[in-house]
């Protein structure tokens, strides 16, 4: 039995999530269709992909269904598909995503067989991240979640360099980011809120105090000004990424280039991120000139993708992740820190993006997956088995209730909130079973 805080995670409930994810993953998968040649990934389960193209609205905002294909929900997804049996895919999401490259290096993040969604905001920089993961899935890697400079071993190298022929179309790719969303400060935003993916983080859109009503504009937020902590530690990753790529298939000059952009990139994320009185990462906002001193998960992204300081990640993990008042709670790690003053627990966001999902504080298994393996990196084993033991039971418990999973749950309780039938980067939930068993 795995404690935590009065809750057990047996065995019986161990096998029972398994069986779940073995018996539903595959519903999320579909073949080849319209402008998507290869199979691709929607996050619901059991729905008919792209049947809302038509539709003013999408059905992601009236039923929490999702009939698309979502770039890092479908990189994460695929990552973990080969636990439930299902091979490759990888390859097949991420050459989907290239072959709606335009000229320019922009790629959708939204698309299904008849539609780009979304339009403008570009696919979100875990690309080469995918295709790494799956040379190390097929080498049977613990490492798939790491994507720092080095750590190939001569297998990996050889089935690495199988993907060459992605290699310019990838580096075309993070040159959009490098002409569209870099600064004069050498660090990176995004266009908006809604392009990182977290769609109402408080860290990006920084409101001083809670809207008095819905309100669903995105003009009065300052989001696309926010050199924010979580597109450049991503971009860091996938730089070293498709650094590993070019040096797996002999190309010395992109390799060079690409560690040199990742180098530079963790260093300005050292010097003009880190927040001491905090000890968290915090992005800084170019409207008015500050520091948006707040916890957001996206704050730990330096830590997750293994490129923050030692000494300062070890305080992000003490201090932070860690620490009860800010984001540890009885269900998982909260989505935003408890202590913030807008921090809220409610189905969709609030204090002014009411129709979108809540990152705003309830528990996603997206950040506690890569935080547990952000925590076993550092040398947290107990405390890493300790929050995985929290997300499973509060899985667990949401299955037992309703049968099926969700997008997120609160922090406090564990209760479902938004978007039944949520398969997507759920699946990463498998890493934490593994861990418990």
């Not at 295709?131 to 297998?155: D, H």
């Not at 569209?180 to 266009?191: E, T």
């Not at 909260?334 to 609030?350: D, T, Y």
Request: net charge neutral; hydrophobic share 40%; aromatic share 10%.
């Amino acid at each position: 039995m795995t404690k935590e805080k009065g809750q057990t995670v047996s065995g019986k409930q161990l096998r029972k999530l398994k069986d779940f994810f073995q018996q539903h993953a595959p519903k999320c998968v579909h073949k080849p269709e319209g402008m998507l040649p290869y199979r691709y990934t929607t996050p619901s389960y059991g729905v008919v992909a792209g049947a809302d193209d038509k539709a003013t609205v999408a059905e992601r905002s009236t039923t929490g269904h999702y009939l698309q294909m979502y770039d890092w929900d479908a990189c994460f997804f695929s990552q973990a598909a080969h636990r439930v049996g299902i091979e490759g895919l990888e390859k097949d999401v991420v050459a989907n995503f290239l072959s709606l490259k335009q000229a320019d290096g922009q790629i959708p993040r939204t698309v299904s067989p008849g539609r780009v969604w979304d339009l403008g905001d570009q696919c979100k920089p875990f690309l080469a991240k995918t295709l790494l993961a799956q040379v190390r899935n097929k080498n049977g890697s613990k490492t798939a979640g790491e994507f720092g400079k080095g750590g190939l071993n001569a297998e990996e190298r050889k089935r690495l360099a199988l993907f060459s022929a992605y290699l310019t179309d990838l580096d075309c790719y993070l040159g959009y980011f490098r002409r569209q969303r870099l600064s004069k400060w050498g660090l990176y935003h995004w266009r908006n809120v809604l392009e990182s993916g977290v769609d109402d983080n408080l860290a990006l859109i920084a409101p001083r105090e809670a809207a008095k009503d819905e309100d669903d504009s995105m003009a009065r937020f300052d989001d696309g000004r926010i050199l924010a902590v979580d597109i450049n530690s991503y971009l860091a990753g996938e730089y070293n990424a498709l650094a590993r790529l070019a040096e797996a298939c002999g190309n010395k000059a992109l390799q060079d280039a690409c560690e040199t952009q990742a180098s530079e990139l963790c260093q300005a994320i050292e010097e003009h991120f880190w927040h001491d009185k905090l000890a968290l990462y915090c992005g800084y906002n170019t409207a008015d000139n500050t520091t948006v001193a707040l916890r957001s998960w996206t704050g730990l992204t330096p830590v997750i993708m293994g490129f923050a300081a030692e000494e300062r990640a070890h305080r992000v993990i003490r201090e932070n992740i860690l620490n009860q008042e800010h984001f540890l709670r009885p269900a998982g790690l909260a989505s935003h820190a408890v202590s913030e003053p807008l921090a809220n627990q409610q189905r969709r966001g609030l204090y002014g993006r009411a129709i979108v999902s809540n990152w705003q504080g309830p528990v996603w298994v997206l950040p506690n997956a890569l935080i547990v393996r952000a925590l076993l990196k550092y040398g947290y084993e107990r405390e890493a088995q300790d929050i995985a033991a929290r997300v499973v039971a509060t899985l667990g418990k949401g299955l037992d209730d309703t049968g099926t999973l969700y997008e997120n749950y609160n922090a406090e309780t564990g209760a479902p909130l938004w978007a039944p039938n949520f398969m997507s980067w759920n699946i990463l939930a498998l890493e934490l079973v593994e861990l418990l068993e």
